[in-house]
């Protein structure tokens, strides 16, 4: 296999349960080097699940995960899998950024402190060194002017840009965003897909999960639909929102987007 | 009246208070390990511990401390434990207020999202990281209103270990009424030397709450 063909994270045949209930079920998606892809169904459809996955917040139950051709969590040995040190599995995670639908910022460290938490703990920067990335990254989001507030100071979408300078900050190879806007009121929406925006415009590889439409039509190369655990299919956003192969997917489509005529009147 | 014999008797009192609080000092912090120990032994795999730790607790809920602190100063002995009047004193407390004070932390850990640590674990933070930077300085403001109630209760019952003749402040006063007559005086004088510390404590550590959760209140 020659390295342009070594997809940035591989899920392969991924499975989840919670006790019975099958979570995810053979999910299977490749996510190429500068691309972006969204995640999209209905809720309880398995799409956070497989963010949490993907990240081994929550191991799968079976499948695989590779972060550019490296497994997470396990090594192939000839005997069987052998597991990964907790401190591997920690190497390995920390080269995915996350975003959080509860933006998850620390409270009682002010911005800049949360975005230099990582730098300093993890990769063992000076305070000041870790400072001036601090200062970088944040102002990529906009906020240069709010290093030294704390987060209860700041809106939902200042927090949730923050949260994604902290996850840029550790230069991961690729961010995962589980609904970032759903917490939102909705005049903070736009600030955080901005961003967002121009995250994808740089071809930073990223899988998002979003209730946003539009977002995922302008931003995405291809959307992922998901329903009952299971991908249902995979297309460019122009091929899936114009004729999507499968029944359930239209469907989906048909009841998101007449809501969204309905908002329009 | 002979207000002056509190005061003519200062030095037995200043030592008996000095006992009092270092005492208070060392009980609070083996009270706290011995927190640390019950929440870590409640998490552990071994059923045992933690049915173990469960009959602890309760047993402990239902003795009053002064019948606990007959049991550690005069049965114990009788089981090879002998330890000397002090050492009795600061396990009896230690042994009753561990429990209390577990429950403080326990709530005040658990104030704290998973998504936070989440957060962390994406970072690349270890579990140990996620305890010292993130858990834990959170949950000391969280939980120092509940401690330092504990805390002041255990002061008080200091006084107790006067029956097993650890030379505290109570015990002193004891020494001192009985020496010049003057009940009313001496432990009025007394009571309100307890009064004035345990509220500057009180005090002290209610700046000390507005410092650790000033966060979250700045809008």
Redesign the interface.
Same mark, same amino acid.
């Given at each position: 296999m020659n390295e342009a063909t070594i997809p940035a994270i591989r899920t392969a045949n991924v499975t989840k349960r919670f006790d019975a209930l099958r979570v995810l079920d053979d999910v299977s998606l490749d996510v190429q080097e500068g691309e972006v892809v969204c995640v999209i169904g209905p809720s309880g459809s398995g799409k956070s699940t497989l963010l949490r996955v993907m990240?081994w917040?929550s191991p799968p139950d079976g499948g695989r995960i590779e972060l550019r051709g490296e497994r997470i969590g396990f090594r192939d040995a000839p005997g069987g899998d052998q597991p990964r040190s $907790?401190?591997e599995v920690?190497?390995q995670?920390?080269r995915? /950024?996350?975003v959080?639908q $509860? %933006?998850? %910022?620390?409270?009682?460290m002010t911005v800049a402190g949360n975005v230099m938490? /990582?730098l300093v703990?993890?990769r063992g920067m000076t305070k000041i060194e870790a400072r001036e990335q601090a200062q970088k990254h944040l102002s990529r989001v906009g906020l240069s002017d709010k290093l030294d507030?704390?987060?209860?100071?700041i809106s939902g979408g200042q927090q949730q840009r923050v949260?994604i300078a902290?996850?840029l900050a550790?230069e991961p190879e690729i961010l995962l965003f589980d609904e970032p806007t759903s917490s939102l009121d909705p005049e903070l929406v736009d600030e955080v897909l901005e961003v967002m925006t121009e995250l994808a415009r740089q071809r930073t590889t990223m899988v998002v999960v979003t209730h946003e439409m539009s977002f995922a039509a302008q931003a995405a190369d291809r959307i992922a639909f998901m329903d009952q655990g299971r991908l249902v299919e995979v297309a460019p956003p122009a091929v899936l929102f114009r004729e999507p192969a499968e029944d359930r997917t239209r469907q989906f489509l048909e009841r998101a987007l007449t809501r969204y005529r309905l908002l329009l009147g | 009246m002979d207000w002056l014999a509190p005061f003519q008797n200062m030095p037995a009192l200043l030592g008996g208070l000095v006992t009092t609080i270092w005492i208070t000092i060392a009980a609070t912090i083996c009270s706290l390990c011995g927190a640390m120990l019950i929440i870590l032994a409640d998490q552990a795999r071994l059923r045992w511990l933690r049915q173990l730790v469960r009959v602890y607790i309760e047993a402990i809920l239902g003795i009053p401390i002064l019948v606990l602190l007959y049991i550690v100063y005069f049965v114990l002995p009788d089981l090879g434990v002998k330890l000397g009047e002090i050492p009795s004193g600061v396990l009896t407390l230690t042994l009753y207020y561990s429990p209390y004070m577990a429950e403080v932390l326990r709530g005040a850990l658990g104030s704290i999202?998973t =998504?936070?640590r989440?957060?962390? *674990?994406?970072? =690349?933070?270890?579990?140990f990281?996620i305890l010292r *930077?993130?858990t834990v300085?959170?949950s000391i =403001?969280i939980a120092l209103p509940g401690l330092t109630g504990l805390m002041i209760g255990l002061a008080k019952d200091t006084a107790i270990l006067s029956v097993i003749s650890v030379q505290e402040f109570t015990y002193e006063t004891k020494l001192v009424v009985s020496r010049t007559y003057a009940p009313f005086e001496v432990w009025t004088v007394v009571a309100a030397t307890y009064w004035v510390l345990l509220t500057c404590l009180e005090q002290l550590t209610r700046l000390g709450e507005y410092r650790l959760n000033r966060? *979250?209140?700045? *809008?």
């Open positions: 990240s917040l $907790s401190a920690r190497r995670r920390s995915i /950024g996350m959080f $509860s %933006l998850n %910022l620390w409270p009682h938490e /990582g703990s993890v507030v704390f987060p209860a100071q949260a902290r996850a550790m | 999202t =998504g936070q989440d957060a962390g *674990r994406m970072i =690349g933070l270890s579990d990281d *930077r993130i300085p959170q =403001g966060f *979250r209140e700045m *809008r």
